[in-house]
Nanobody, 123 residues
Framework: QMRLVESGGGLVQAGGSLRLSCAAS????????MGWFRQAPGKEREFVAA????????SYADSVKGRFTISRDNAKNTVYLQMSSLKPEDTAVYYC??????WGRGIRNYDYWGQGTQVTVSS
């Protein structure tokens, strides 16, 4: 079992920045691809960003491309989501997830999920 704990959410004004962190434990972190998803009230959970087992390949939703950056530090068992130029429509609960055999945009690719951290962007 892998445990994922997100942190770094909060309230920020439009145009501001936040960095989310997700600390992993219980499994060999470097063997898992990692993803960030988000869910706004009344909406489906949606893909935000993903990164492969190494740090070479990343993928982003079109809505965040150029504003968000996913990265990982395998020595610290942590994945990050740097969010800049935030918009009110970025308001959601943000979840990190770990995938052992696949990666990318599909929710079903991911085996473990964190509890989420709230991000609220005010206009």
């Amino acid at each position: 079992q892998m445990r994922l704990v997100e942190s770094g959410g909060g309230l920020v004004q439009a145009g501001g920045s936040l960095r989310l962190s997700c600390a992993a434990s219980g499994r060999t972190f470097s063997t898992y691809a990692m993803g960030w998803f988000r869910q706004a009230p009344g909406k489906e959970r949606e893909f935000v960003a993903a990164i492969t087992w190494s740090t070479d390949i990343t993928s982003y939703a079109d809505s965040v491309k150029g504003r968000f950056t996913i990265s990982r530090d395998n020595a610290k068992n942590t994945v990050y989501l740097q969010m800049s130029s935030l918009k009110p429509e970025d308001t959601a609960v943000y979840y990190c997830a770990a995938a052992s055999t696949a990666w990318g945009r599909g929710i079903r690719n991911y085996d473990y999920w964190g509890q989420g951290t709230q991000v609220t962007v005010s206009s």
